[in-house]
Nanobody
Framework: QVQLVESGGGLVQAGGSLRLSCAAS????????MGWYRQAPGKQRELVAG???????NYADSVKGRFTISRDNAKNTVYLQMNSLKPGDTAVYYC??????????WGQGTQVTVSS
């Protein structure tokens, strides 16, 4: 059972920045891709960004150029640097990881609120 612990959410004004972190309880030998989804009230959960164990990244069109995903394999941690935040980025952000056995695990979620 992989556990994911998220941190870094909060309240920020539009145009500000936040950095989310997500630490996995297992090593890189178990963990494959990692990333972030978000879910705003009344909306479906959507992919924000993902990164493979080899460092290949993908982003939702709505965050390209503003968000950067990275990972530290030595710490089993994935980060999401969010710049130029907009009120539309307000959501609960969920970290995920896909293991080498094909299972997906989720973090507990962290609230990001961007005020106008």
């Amino acid at each position: 059972q992989v556990q994911l612990v998220e941190s870094g959410g909060g309240l920020v004004q539009a145009g500000g920045s936040l950095r989310l972190s997500c630490a996995a309880s297992e090593s890189i030998f178990t963990i494959g891709s990692m990333g972030w989804y978000r879910q705003a009230p009344g909306k479906q959960r959507e992919l924000v960004a993902g990164i493979t164990s080899g460092g290949r990244t993908n982003y939702a069109d709505s965050v390209k150029g503003r968000f950067t995903i990275s990972r530290d394999n030595a710490k089993n941690t994935v980060y999401l640097q969010m710049n130029s935040l907009k009120p539309g980025d307000t959501a609960v952000y969920y970290c995920y990881t896909d293991t080498s056995l094909g299972a997906r695990y989720w973090g507990q979620g962290t609230q990001v609120t961007v005020s106008s």
